[in-house]
């Protein structure tokens, strides 16, 4: 069975960063690539980037550039994203996929909030 | 980026009844392979999105046959043939076609 689990929740204060985690299993890690998409409260999916866990390779959606930064460790079949400069409009649930979207992890709640 | 519009926004029905749910890109969705890279997922209340149809009428496994998706080029529609109660929540198309994926704004199926 194929399983996304991501880290738990974070509150966090404005301008300060947080690393989050998925960790996958039930499938060869680095044959796919790793997405991470973002849901602000009562809103919609926003893609912010992936990243090729086989050679670490990245691509973000231009508004995420200086916000996120993706990364995979192979040995641990874990991908992170790290938030910096964190603000309000980053409150929100992050969320990691695979594999053509066909899973999901059940997502990080991000709060910035002083 | 390639722009995707859902309509209607919000659907209230009863059970058993069908019910269709549009979404039109502003670009066409076939990619240089000859493929359409256009899906739908659900996302029920509080859990995270699922992929229902993906390449616009394929169905994941599991996902029951009352589910049909239909479309090509930018016009695309998902069809829910008597619904029933763990069908309710927003639904949502997506394309992987162009760069960057980009996602409906969503419609909100609830009950009449």
């Known amino acids: 069975e194929v399983l996304l689990q991501q880290s738990g929740a974070e509150l966090v204060r404005p301008g300060s960063s947080v690393k989050i985690s998925c960790k996958a299993s039930g499938y060869t890690f680095t044959d796919y690539y790793m997405h991470w998409v973002k849901q602000r409260p009562e809103q919609g999916l926003v893609w912010i980037g992936r990243i090729n866990p086989a050679n670490g390779n990245t691509v973000y959606a231009e508004k995420f550039k200086s916000k996120a930064t993706l990364t995979a460790d192979k040995s641990s079949n874990t991908a992170y994203m790290q938030l910096s400069s964190l603000t309000s409009e980053d409150t929100a649930t992050y969320f990691c996929t695979s594999r053509g979207s066909a899973h999901w992890g059940q997502g990080v709640m991000v709060t910035v909030s002083s | 980026d390639v722009v995707m519009t859902q309509t209607p926004p919000s659907l209230s029905v009863a059970i058993g009844q069908s019910v269709s749910i549009s979404c039109k890109s502003s670009q066409s969705l076939v990619y240089s392979d000859g493929k359409t890279y256009l899906h739908w997922l659900l996302q029920s209340s509080g859990r995270s999105p699922k992929r229902l149809i993906y390449q616009v009428s394929n169905l994941d496994s599991g996902v029951p046959d009352r589910f049909s998706g239909t479309g090509s080029q930018k016009d695309f529609t998902l069809k829910i043939s008597r619904v029933e109660a763990k069908d309710l929540g927003v639904y949502y198309c997506?394309?992987?076609?162009?760069?960057?994926?980009?996602f409906g704004g969503g419609t909100k199926l609830e009950l009449k």
């Open positions: 997506a394309q992987t076609t162009h760069f960057p994926p980009t």
